[in-house]
């Protein structure tokens, strides 16, 4: 069945630092990708999206990478800061394939910035 | 702030019993979207509500239910409950069944069964 994972569940940097989150995904016809980050007691809060039809997309200090290739998906964030730390996840989507916004989700990465 | 809110914050409940969930969505969006999300786990989608209809369902039994209302709220109800819905239950926010779109996610309701 179709499945998102995650290749590390932690990542400790310090302030200052690029980071880098990793995720696999399964399901190939996935065509719509997105970054949140979840914060303790909060929901996630969308960070980035990409379509299949992209490589790259860059935001304030983000940036993710779609390999399609080898189905891989990334999350850089440039000198990250304590407010960072928190529970990332990728989330893919079938959105041509299905008739509604069905949205699977990665375990998660725990991202700790250190000051 | 994502504008969507969630009631109430934290529920307890014990096994068998029933409860209810609900969830106002952003204005000007018409779709909603209830995941369920275990501990340390990823959100999992239950289903989505547009324009009043259920229009997706996920690997859940038929003692999850929902209903949209004409203002696009939404409520999730789950009847005899047990232990492992334990969760966090969080809904999203959309337009048109948040397909290549932003989904915007509420606070979420914390349900423990015991």
């Known amino acids: 069945g179709e499945s998102v994972g995650l290749h590390l569940p932690t990542l400790s940097v310090q302030e200052g630092d690029n980071s880098i989150i990793n995720c696999a995904y399964s399901n190939s016809a996935s065509d719509y990708f997105i970054w949140y980050k979840q914060e303790s007691g909060k929901g996630p809060q969308f960070i980035i999206d990409i379509r299949s039809n992209m490589d790259k997309r860059q935001g304030q200090r983000v940036t993710v990478l779609l390999n399609k290739t080898v189905k891989h998906l990334s999350l850089q964030i440039a000198a990250t800061q304590p407010g960072d730390s928190a529970v990332y996840f990728c989330?893919?989507?079938?959105?041509?394939?299905?008739?509604?916004?069905?949205?699977?989700f990665g375990q998660g990465t725990i991202l700790t910035v250190h000051p | 702030e994502t504008g969507v809110t969630q009631s109430p914050t934290h529920l307890i409940k014990t096994r068998g019993q029933q409860v209810t969930l609900r969830c106002s969505s952003q204005?000007?969006?018409?779709?909603v979207s209830w995941y369920q999300q275990a501990l340390g786990q990823g959100p999992q989608f239950i289903f989505q509500?547009?324009?009043?209809?259920?229009?997706g369902r996920g690997n859940f039994p038929p003692r999850f239910s929902g209903l949209q209302f004409p203002n696009y709220s939404s409520e999730l109800n789950v009847n005899a409950l047990e232990l492992d819905d334990s969760a966090l239950y969080l809904c999203?926010?959309?337009?048109?069944?948040?397909?290549?779109?932003?989904?915007?996610f509420g606070p979420g309701t914390r349900l423990t069964v015991t």
């Open positions: 509500y547009y324009r009043e209809e259920e229009n």
């Open positions: 204005s000007g969006h018409n779709t």
């Open positions: 999203a926010s959309s337009f048109d069944r948040g397909q290549f779109g932003e989904q915007y």
């Open positions: 989330a893919e989507q079938d959105a041509g394939g299905t008739s509604y916004g069905k949205l699977t």
